[in-house]
């Protein structure tokens, strides 16, 4: 199967649908289908064909970051590869620009991966947010399938009025698994510390000056409170001098082993972040058997559900260092989290097939009507 992604959010940028596209990539390359990916930003290190299109950097979100703009000449180039599907990936301003070449022309899968108008918020573009919302009203209904990458992404269409929805289920690397059972395996750490653990982008959206009033605490019931920061952005700078004076380390980016490293040597996964639609991070930390203090949210509850080591701060405390501290208690106190692990990405890369090969029939049916025929092989096989 020839699969276009078009994505405008790729590597080198660092967040969780980078994460998501850089495992499903690999998945479908690793099964026998032809990727290729157009993106405002590409990566030669990665073994997949890359395409760059038009962007520009806003200085005031991120000056090391190129942002995707309406691309004239994106879908003729899309089209000209002949692919068997089209994947728009969360398509602001130039998924939607795109689609209007690739509509009824190539079967068109969209999926939603971000709450575009809270991060407008974030940003002091509050005003945009009207616009946002008939932007993605009128991509996600002339798409062949809608996918939400969680059931909270799932209401947000839900909301705006974009028609059926269909899942496609977040996932884990199952080292994280591994990073569990060494964890059970392994000798207690120092007992005099305890060691926390945040991953994510270093922006705005993801509230890390919440941290800083526990992290100022010192001390848990005895303990030191050391912090590791997994991650990079435009705040590095910023935050680290916010958190100067506490046991914060600020690691960068890690990846593949290091990152399942980073979850097996913690004791708890703090999460300041009111804008999830997943939390990546947080099944991350249920697969390598980590308790998860988080700030309460529709999200957070949906991703989190029969999990019982979860420490929840209510929103409109997040910044008091007493309902952390309490969270912590509450997550450390509960029994171990029970057996069970989140899907894999190559479970989660097989129900994308699946929705790629109904979005094949539904445009089949539609633009072929009765003449119309399923291939010989279903498109979810591996070739060969």
């Known amino acids: ?48 064909r890359q395409h760059r299109t038009a962007g520009v950097v806003f200085p005031f979100v991120d000056r090391h970051r190129r942002w995707g703009v309406p691309d004239p000449g994106l879908a003729a180039a899309v089209r000209a590869w002949a692919p068997d599907v089209v994947h728009l990936v969360n398509p602001v301003m130039q998924g939607s620009a795109a689609l209007l070449g690739l509509a009824g022309r190539v079967p068109v899968v969209s999926s939603l991966h971000t709450d575009l108008t809270a991060y407008a918020t974030r940003y002091h573009l509050g005003f945009t947010r009207p616009a946002l919302r008939a932007i993605n009203r009128a991509t996600y209904r002339r798409a062949d399938v809608r996918l939400a990458t969680s059931g909270f992404g799932a209401a947000l269409l839900d909301r705006i009025g974009a028609g059926p929805v269909e899942l496609w289920p977040a996932a884990v690397d199952p080292r994280f698994g591994q990073a569990r059972a060494a964890r059970g395996a392994a000798p207690a750490g120092d007992p005099s510390v305890l060691r926390l653990l945040a991953v994510g982008r270093l922006a705005p959206e993801k509230d890390w000056d919440a ?174």
Do not use: K, N
Not at 15 to 29: A, C, M, P, Q, S
Not at 247 to 263: E, I, N, Q, W
Not at 361 to 375: D, K, S
């Open 1 to 48: 199967m020839r699969i276009a992604m078009i994505t405008e959010t790729w590597r080198p940028g660092i967040d969780g649908v980078v994460t998501r596209l850089e495992h499903t990539v690999r998945e479908l390359i690793t099964r026998g289908h032809q990727v290729a990916v157009w993106a405002p930003s590409t990566d030669p290190s990665l073994a997949v």
């Open 211 to 384: 941290l800083v009033p526990l992290l100022r605490t010192g001390r848990l019931d005895g303990r030191a409170l050391c912090l590791d920061v997994v991650g990079d952005g435009p705040e590095r700078r910023r935050l680290e001098q916010a958190f100067a004076g506490t046991r914060t380390h600020f690691r960068g980016v890690l990846r593949g082993d290091d990152l399942v490293a980073a979850y097996r040597d913690a004791d708890v996964l703090l999460t300041a972040s009111t804008t999830e639609t997943v939390g990546l991070t947080l099944l991350e930390a249920v697969a390598a058997g980590l308790p998860v203090v988080a700030v309460d949210g529709p999200q957070v509850r949906a991703t989190m559900a029969g999990h019982p080591r979860l420490g929840l701060v209510a929103a409109d405390r997040r910044r008091h260092d007493r309902a952390w501290v309490d969270a912590l208690r509450v997550a450390l106190g509960r029994a171990a989290l029970p057996d069970g692990a989140p899907p894999t990405w190559a479970e989660a890369t097989g129900v994308l097939l699946d929705h790629y090969a109904t979005a094949a029939e539904a445009f089949g049916r539609r633009t072929l009507g009765a003449e119309w025929r399923p291939p010989a092989q279903p498109l979810t096989r591996v070739p060969g």
